[in-house]
């Protein structure tokens, strides 16, 4: 059975490795991150990756310890360490700006783009160039709730594990593969080998995507590559893909952003994935 929690003291060595990890040096180094609230910490508890759990340590106020008191206990059942803190202390580890209570520290999640391969992936977002967190941790959730198999971060986008990354994600970071540090041309070329069709999404592509979906051409396995917030995707990245799509504005929007365009996207594949003929219908 595992240890009830223990008070913790500000000074402690453990608080101040926490500390550390809102420096990207230093989760590389360490190779841990933070998942901060109920929902991220649930879903690390249960996560595992090579045999190990995915979840370290557990800081909780005396207070989140009472109101989330199944997480917590969860924790305990699955051998976490869990430090009862101060909410001084839970305030210093947090990045955001009204604490829930529960910090954790997991391991990193990532995984080799040849596992991901390996699995025959369908349906897979490769971000290129998003820069921002909280869009990289929308996407995620968006590719998470459309079904897809994996996310590819490039060498060019945003730490996967940056808090506001995770927390844009809300848990979904736990709940399929996800791949980071390989370039674009990699990601690319290894997909477009493994048989997944790949296609970049650009507001000025030469193709509709609903022109896409009529001609039952968004059936088979696909790969999507989004790119940055402001300027979309260079013209060598685009080059890169069998075909560039857009999404049909068909209001007076000027554009959408990068989170919608990617939602609309991915769920245009897996609903023509899961009609007849798809690639993953019945």
Not at 23 to 51: N, Y
Not at 54 to 70: G, I, K, P, Y
Not at 137 to 161: H, M, Q
Not at 248 to 263: D, K, M, Q, V, Y
Request: proline share 6%; glycine share 10%.
């Amino acid at each position: 059975m595992a240890p009830a929690a223990e008070p913790i003291s500000p000074r402690s060595p453990r608080v101040s490795a926490a500390r550390r990890l809102a420096r990207r040096s230093f989760r590389g180094k360490e190779r841990r991150f933070l998942a901060e609230g109920p929902q991220a910490v649930r879903e690390a508890i249960a996560h595992r990756a090579d045999g190990e759990a995915t979840l370290v340590e557990l800081f909780t106020t005396a207070e989140a310890a009472q109101r989330h008191a199944d997480v917590v206990e969860a924790a305990r059942r699955a051998g976490v360490r869990v430090h009862l803190a101060a909410d001084e202390v839970i305030a210093e580890i947090s990045h955001t700006v009204t604490p829930q209570g529960l910090v954790g520290v997991c391991r990193f999640v990532d995984r080799p783009l040849h596992t991901v391969l390996a699995g025959r992936p369908r349906l897979v977002a490769v971000l290129a160039h998003v820069r921002d967190p909280g869009n990289a941790g929308t996407v995620l959730r968006c590719a998470d709730a459309a079904g897809a198999d994996a996310v590819v971060l490039t060498d060019a986008s945003v730490d996967l594990y940056n808090p506001k990354a995770v927390r844009a994600s809300v848990g979904s970071l736990f709940h399929l593969p996800v791949v980071v540090g390989v370039s674009v041309e990699e990601a690319v070329g290894a997909l477009a080998a493994a048989g997944v069709r790949v296609l970049a999404a650009d507001g000025a592509g030469e193709h509709d995507l609903d022109a896409e979906l009529d001609a039952g051409r968004m059936g088979g396995p696909t790969a999507w590559i989004f790119g940055n917030e402001a300027w979309g995707l260079p013209p060598e990245t685009r080059a890169l893909a069998h075909a560039a799509v857009r999404v049909p504005i068909h209001g007076r929007a000027e554009s959408l952003n990068l989170a919608t365009a990617a939602a609309v996207c991915l769920y245009a594949s897996a609903r023509a994935q899961r009609a007849p003929g798809g690639c993953a219908g019945g």
